[in-house]
């Protein structure tokens, strides 16, 4: 059976942990809520179906296609990289948001188009961009990176053990045209016992794609931004699909909410430090076994979410 994580008959209507995440923002409605990835909608609608009125959502996507959605659900409708949060919501609101929600990496949506070039399943050209905004793609990573560099973000954004070996085969088979080919070359390239767990392009089409769209530096400026907008007891909540992603919200969420650093016995603060989180989520909501049976695709799925202390 295949491994991957994003696929799901329907997941790109069916939202991952929507109940955790309309619970999470009761305490904060009425209020402003920004959808960072807006994808198919399916987390704002649900906001909209428990909170109707209470809840005005600006919905953003990089990918235009996204947004058809938003607008035809009435909401506002932002194109950009979340990335740009500050500026996408000072250009589009008039008031401190009360919640930001993520839910990174690409909706089925994305996977399921063959000539977006995000899936080893399909034959399409070697693309990946999530939105207009990525300046790259697979393309020039594939056919024009050097070797180490290549070899580089297979290990770190696919965390593939066989990475070097995966490089020199991409290096050796170039010129690389279609995402079927790239499929077959990493799939050649790797041991027999790799080639039984799981699909073997997985994780190196997951890097490709992290370096594409400049995924990780993303998410650490848009957490960020996201932590200046909220209001007072405002709330992020951010749903990660692999290490990577959670590492970056996990580790910015505990930095965020560590106060003052000081030995107890130092009788007043020398450090300044104040939290400016409180964490809403010690250890991380993953789905009940009952929502991956139905949706394949949240069985990867850690959320976090924390909320903005008084200054
Ligand atoms: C997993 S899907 C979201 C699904 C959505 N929550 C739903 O319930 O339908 C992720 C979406 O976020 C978008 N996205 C990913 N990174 C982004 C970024 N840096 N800025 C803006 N949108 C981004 C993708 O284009 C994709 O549409």
């Keep these: 059976m295949d491994q991957d994580p994003y696929r799901s008959e329907d997941g790109y209507h069916r939202p991952v942990l929507a109940e955790e995440?309309?619970?999470?923002?009761?305490?904060?409605?009425?209020?402003?809520?920004?959808?960072?990835?807006?994808?198919?909608?399916?987390?704002?609608?649900?906001?909209?179906?428990?909170?109707?009125?209470?809840?005005?959502?600006?919905?953003?996507?990089?990918?235009?296609?996204?947004?058809?959605?938003?607008?035809?659900?009435?909401l506002t409708a932002v194109l950009g990289n979340f990335a740009e949060l500050e500026n996408l919501v000072a250009a589009n609101v008039d008031e401190a948001p009360a919640?930001?929600?993520?839910?990174?990496?690409?909706?089925?949506?994305?996977?399921?188009?063959?000539?977006?070039?995000?899936?080893?399943?399909?034959?399409?050209?070697?693309?990946?961009?999530?939105?207009?905004?990525?300046?790259?793609?697979?393309?020039?990573?594939?056919?024009e990176w050097p070797e180490p560099d290549l070899a580089r973000i297979i290990r770190e954004f696919g965390e593939e053990p066989s990475a070097r070996r995966v490089a020199g085969a991409i290096v050796r088979a170039r010129p690389i045209e279609s995402t079927s080919r790239l499929s077959t070359v990493i799939a050649q390239a790797m041991p027999a016992a790799r080639r039984r767990a799981g699909h073997p392009a997985r994780r190196t089409f997951q890097a490709i794609r992290i370096a594409v769209n400049s995924e990780l530096d993303s998410i650490r400026d848009g957490l960020d931004q996201a932590i200046r907008l909220v209001r007072e007891r405002g709330r992020i909540v951010a749903i990660s699909y692999h290490s990577l992603e959670d590492r970056i919200v996990k580790r910015r969420f505990a930095d965020g909410a560590t106060g003052c650093t000081c030995p107890p016995q130092m009788p007043v603060c020398g450090c300044g430090r104040s939290a400016e989180l409180r964490l809403l989520t010690r250890k991380p909501i993953r789905p009940s076994q009952q929502e991956i049976e139905v949706n394949r695709r949240s069985r990867s799925a850690v959320l976090r979410a924390a909320e903005k202390v008084a200054a």
């Excluded at 959808?35 to 990089?62: N, Q």
């Excluded at 949506?109 to 070039?117: C, F, I, K, V």
């Excluded at 995000?118 to 034959?123: A, E, P």
């Design 21 to 74: 995440v309309t619970r999470l923002l009761a305490p904060v409605m009425p209020g402003v809520v920004i959808d960072a990835t807006f994808g198919g909608g399916g987390h704002s609608r649900r906001l909209l179906e428990e909170y109707g009125a209470d809840v005005r959502i600006v919905g953003i996507d990089r990918d235009p296609a996204a947004l058809e959605n938003a607008t035809a659900l009435g």
């Design 99 to 143: 919640a930001v929600i993520f839910d990174f990496g690409v909706s089925s949506h994305q996977l399921d188009r063959p000539e977006r070039g995000f899936s080893y399943h399909d034959d399409g050209p070697l693309d990946m961009r999530m939105g207009p905004d990525s300046t790259l793609t697979a393309d020039v990573i594939v056919n």
